[in-house]
């Protein structure tokens, strides 16, 4: 297998291999675990699937396709947002902080709601937007035990995170937090030393090749593509829920944050990236 690098991983991305949504559920790292298949003793088995996004919006861009296939296999789909999402508008006298929060927590609800997710599969750990914590930063351990605690109780086969390398800083500490908190580090103790899920990793900000960084020599990943052409248009109707951030609903900051046409078009495609470590 040739060595995946950033040319062929964001600027040529059509040249990754595809798999199925039925592979990727019917995969787990969990020893003994069942696929998302019929059986005739128990019907379809529906296996955890944990999807966790830095902010709100970012399950549903880089995994809007995969949610609204697993859910169509009965496979049963968490989301868990680490940040509060406040930072995108911090200047709106329209929206202060916590309307902020409010409006986007609801958007998120709408999207995950068209994708198939079910309200109550649908969690925010609220951490500060631009500052969530890293391994140096005092409060890293608490972020780790809240985040630990919510995995405990989904126990997923499958966690989808945000890529390790993504050049956004909160998405870097949110795979920290999540990688502390399942396998463990620095003390602390691997959540299912036998048994630890699958780690599918998406990307969102290498699409921009402005910000795009290199990858660390000697990681040995393969990335592939899943294809979403049968769900792409609820995808796309799932991410028209994010106004706050695909339109000018807040007017009154000049500097807020709006995702534009051309990063939006990375996400609409008929297909998704993902990555592994091999």
Same mark, same amino acid.
């Given at each position: 297998?040739?060595?995946?690098? $950033?040319?062929?991983?964001?600027?040529?991305?059509?040249?990754?291999?595809?798999? =199925?949504?039925?592979?990727?559920?019917?995969? =787990?790292?969990?020893?003994?675990?069942?696929?998302?298949?019929?059986?005739? %003793?128990? +019907?379809?088995?529906?296996? =955890?699937?944990?999807?966790?996004? @830095? #902010? @709100?919006?970012?399950?549903?861009?880089?995994?809007?396709?995969?949610?609204?296939?697993?859910?169509?296999?009965?496979?049963?789909?968490?989301?868990?947002?680490?940040?509060?999402?406040?930072? =995108? #508008?911090?200047?709106?006298?329209?929206?202060?902080? *916590?309307?902020?929060?409010?409006?986007?927590? +609801?958007?998120?609800?709408?999207?995950?709601?068209?994708?198939?997710?079910? *309200?109550?599969?649908?969690?925010?750990?609220?951490?500060?937007?631009?500052?969530?914590?890293?391994?140096?930063?005092?409060?890293?351990?608490?972020?780790?035990?809240?985040?630990?605690?919510?995995?405990?109780?989904?126990?997923?086969?499958?966690?989808?995170?945000?890529?390790? /390398?993504?050049?956004?800083?909160? #998405?870097?500490?949110?795979?920290?937090?999540?990688? /502390? %908190?399942?396998?463990?580090?620095?003390?602390?103790?691997?959540?299912?030393?036998?048994?630890?899920?699958?780690?599918?990793?998406?990307?969102?900000?290498?699409?921009?090749?402005?910000?795009?960084?290199?990858?660390?020599?000697?990681?040995?990943?393969?990335?592939?593509?899943?294809?979403?052409?049968?769900?792409?248009?609820?995808?796309?109707?799932?991410?028209? *829920?994010?106004?706050?951030?695909?339109? $000018?609903?807040?007017?009154?900051?000049?500097?807020?944050?709006?995702?534009?046409?051309?990063?939006?078009?990375?996400?609409?495609? $008929?297909?998704?990236? /993902?990555?592994?470590?091999?």
């Amino acid at each position: 297998m040739s060595p995946i690098t $950033n040319k062929s991983l964001f600027s040529d991305p059509a040249t990754l291999p595809w798999r =199925s949504v039925a592979e990727i559920a019917s995969k =787990s790292a969990y020893r003994g675990a069942q696929p998302c298949a019929p059986t005739k %003793a128990q +019907g379809t088995i529906a296996k =955890s699937v944990l999807v966790v996004a @830095p #902010h @709100p919006d970012d399950e549903t861009l880089g995994c809007g396709g995969a949610i609204a296939l697993l859910q169509s296999l009965k496979c049963r789909v968490n989301v868990l947002v680490i940040s509060d999402g406040t930072m =995108s #508008h911090p200047r709106s006298r329209q929206y202060p902080a *916590a309307k902020l929060r409010s409006l986007r927590e +609801g958007e998120t609800r709408t999207a995950t709601a068209t994708l198939g997710i079910e *309200a109550s599969a649908v969690d925010f750990l609220r951490l500060p937007d631009g500052a969530v914590p890293t391994p140096e930063m005092p409060d890293f351990a608490a972020a780790v035990e809240m985040c630990r605690d919510r995995i405990t109780a989904i126990k997923p086969d499958i966690v989808f995170l945000p890529w390790r /390398y993504d050049p956004h800083p909160d #998405h870097r500490a949110t795979w920290q937090i999540v990688h /502390y %908190a399942i396998v463990g580090a620095h003390g602390c103790a691997p959540l299912h030393p036998q048994n630890s899920p699958r780690f599918i990793e998406y990307p969102i900000w290498d699409w921009d090749e402005t910000q795009r960084s290199d990858l660390a020599t000697g990681d040995r990943i393969t990335a592939w593509r899943l294809d979403i052409s049968d769900v792409v248009e609820v995808k796309k109707q799932a991410i028209a *829920a994010y106004r706050s951030q695909t339109t $000018n609903l807040i007017d009154d900051d000049p500097e807020g944050f709006r995702l534009t046409p051309e990063m939006l078009a990375n996400f609409t495609r $008929n297909w998704e990236v /993902y990555i592994e470590e091999l």
